[in-house]
Nanobody, 121 residues
Framework: QEYLVESGGGLVQPGGSLRLSCKSS????????ISWFRQAPGKEREGVSC????????YYLESVKNRFTVSRDNAGSTVFLQMNSLEPEDTAVYYC??????????????WGQGIQVTVSS
């Protein structure tokens, strides 16, 4: 059983939007920094974004800045990745992850199963 569960992926046309969600029934996500990673076919996994426990600071991959926004719900138990102006290059399996720290360390140990995002016309 995965520690984290992603939802909200799917197929979208270029220029469209999707919102991914990350939840856990085994962890209290409000206490931890949560990262989003992605892996495209034939490419290495890369970090996309991260939000610390206190919601600041946040971090973004350069190519998604000003298009993607990471946030939490008021309870802190769900983390979102709002993806706007999607491009075919954003096509990948997206994962949320944490290392049970309150800051973004870049080396999470606990992962979701991943969810497919496909940007295509």
């Amino acid at each position: 059983q995965e520690y984290l569960v992603e939802s909200g992926g799917g197929l979208v046309q270029p220029g469209g939007s999707l919102r991914l969600s990350c939840k856990s029934s085994r962890l209290n996500l409000e206490f931890y920094a949560i990262s989003w990673f992605r892996q495209a076919p034939g490419k290495e996994r890369e970090g996309v974004s991260c939000i610390s426990m206190t919601n600041e600071p946040t971090y973004y991959l350069e190519s998604v800045k000003n298009r993607f926004t990471v946030s939490r719900d008021n309870a802190g138990s769900t983390v979102f990745l709002q993806m706007n102006s999607l491009e075919p290059e954003d096509t990948a399996v997206y994962y949320c992850a944490t290392d049970l720290l309150d800051y973004c360390s870049g080396s999470p140990e606990y992962w979701g199963q991943g969810i497919q995002v496909t940007v295509s016309s």
